[in-house]
């Protein structure tokens, strides 16, 4: 089984962080192979499971646009429940709010899972948090992309898992960031820098990290195919050139307006989501 695999091998793989499973063992004398033992490791690696998922599934762009504008922010824009579509929608302010409110789960659930089983439990957490904003079970599954949330993921995993120049210093979520803003500068298109980030992720993740990655490695695969499912519109999107993109000056956001505004540039949808988003900038 696979938690006892890693339980195998976890002595040879120690942190400097608590772990509540391989506390619990020497603290009750836990013999290896006993019927306790194994049920520590599974419920070990159930919390790692249940915990992060449940705190992605609280997403913050929903919450944000039902207690603020008291409407449903997948029923605008683009349809999805995260940062970009909330700073189209509703603007700057709710957008920071979202992201901060992302960036605190993803990271309340990964360091859950390093205290729970360390790197194990990292790699478990890092992929629920982000499985569970995707596919969030208090909205019917209906939820985000998970880049905010995979951004925290990446950035504490980095860190943990680094074993190359400098313990502890994140270099490959330093090189991930950068390749996000040249993307991002060169094609204007926040989905594709995400994409490709995600899939930079496990590459430079396994190229980059020591002995103790635990499940990291393989969870970040996980988690870079479910980001690519959740961009699958966008990049259909970005192939017919109907994806929108980020403007980095007034005059570019001027033109992008005038151009939605032309005749025909946009069905009957499209023109009732543009005048929620002019009505939210008149008040």
């Given at each position: 089984m696979l938690f006892a695999q890693a339980a195998a091998a976890e002595p040879a793989a120690k942190t400097v962080l608590f772990n509540l499973v391989d506390w619990s063992v020497v603290h009750f004398g836990l013999q290896a192979g006993s019927p306790l033992y194994y049920t520590v490791y599974v419920l070990g690696v159930l919390a790692c499971i249940v915990i992060p998922y449940l705190l992605g599934s609280v997403n913050p762009a929903i919450l944000i646009s039902r207690l603020v504008y008291h409407e449903d922010i997948r029923e605008y824009g683009s349809g999805n429940a995260g940062t970009t579509n909330m700073l189209r929608t509703y603007g700057k302010k709710a957008a920071l709010a979202t992201f901060l409110l992302d960036l605190a789960k993803a990271a309340l659930a990964c360091f859950a899972g390093l205290l729970i089983w360390e790197m194990n439990g990292l790699g478990l957490a890092g992929f629920f948090v982000v499985f569970g904003h995707m596919f969030p079970v208090f909205e019917k599954f209906r939820g985000g992309k998970g880049v905010a949330c995979l951004t925290v993921v990446a950035l504490i995993t980095s860190i943990f898992t680094n074993n190359w120049l400098v313990p502890f210093v994140p270099f490959a979520f330093l090189i991930l960031l950068a390749a996000f803003v040249l993307v991002l500068v060169g094609t204007r298109y926040v989905s594709m820098a995400s994409v490709i980030c995600a899939l930079l992720y496990p590459v430079l993740l396994r190229s980059l990290s020591g002995p103790n990655a635990g499940l990291c490695?393989?969870?970040?695969?996980?988690?870079?195919?479910?980001?690519?499912?959740?961009?699958?519109?966008?990049?259909?999107?970005?192939?017919?050139?109907?994806?929108?993109?980020?403007?980095?000056?007034?005059?570019?956001?001027?033109?992008?307006?005038?151009?939605?505004?032309?005749?025909?540039?946009?069905?009957?949808?499209?023109?009732?989501?543009?005048?929620?988003?002019?009505?939210?900038?008149?008040?």
């Open positions: 490695v393989a969870m970040a695969v996980l988690t870079a195919c479910f980001v690519v499912y959740r961009h699958k519109d966008n990049l259909k999107r970005i192939s017919n050139r109907t994806e929108s993109q980020i403007s980095f000056s007034r005059t570019e956001k001027k033109k992008i307006a005038g151009d939605d505004a032309a005749p025909g540039g946009s069905d009957g949808s499209d023109r009732k989501k543009k005048g929620r988003r002019s009505q939210e900038e008149d008040r």
